[in-house]
């Protein structure tokens, strides 16, 4: 497995692997159901400046299996997280990896303070906050929960 920042002529990647996450994993990441990743949305997703925006990918084999970002928030210091691992990569510690290292990439940045929204449902992301972020609020609202958070460390 390698882990690297995204690069621009990864959209295609994005788009194959965004294919092969079942419709579940689609809606815990982007709250909604998609059937396909709009070109845009995936040109949008691998052009990043690698300081204020960053992005991850995992790969095995030539192929996307997880991926983990940072984005600005309105909150100046403070950029969202987000994380997606194909469902056949999942429970094997990939979304933990991809958190610690996408949460050490925005450090070196200059950003330590995150915000997270996750479905309140998705079970997994709110073990994996719980137990890799020094959590300093959480406010849960229509089902969405959001988290800020500093690097545990």
């Avoid at 809606?27 to 925006?53: I, K, T």
């Avoid at 996307?64 to 990569?89: F, H, K, M, N, S």
């Amino acid at each position: 497995m390698l882990i690297r920042p995204i690069r621009p002529q990864d959209e295609k990647l994005l788009r194959e692997a965004f294919r092969r996450l079942t419709p579940e994993s689609v809606y815990q990441r982007f709250f909604g159901s998609l059937r396909e990743l709009p070109a845009q949305m995936a040109r949008h997703l691998a052009n990043v400046d690698y300081v204020q925006r960053l992005a991850l990918v995992a790969e095995h084999d030539n192929k996307a299996i997880g991926v983990a970002r940072y984005e600005p928030t309105d909150d100046p210091g403070t950029a969202e997280v987000a994380l997606a691992v194909l469902d056949a990569w999942q429970e094997r510690g990939l979304g933990r990896i991809l958190l610690r290292e996408i949460l050490r990439a925005a450090e070196e940045n200059g950003i330590h303070r995150f915000r997270a929204d996750v479905l309140s449902e998705n079970a997994r992301m709110l073990r994996l906050l719980a137990t890799e972020a020094d959590i300093q609020t959480r406010r849960t609202e229509s089902g969405i929960t959001t988290f800020f958070f500093t690097r545990r460390g």
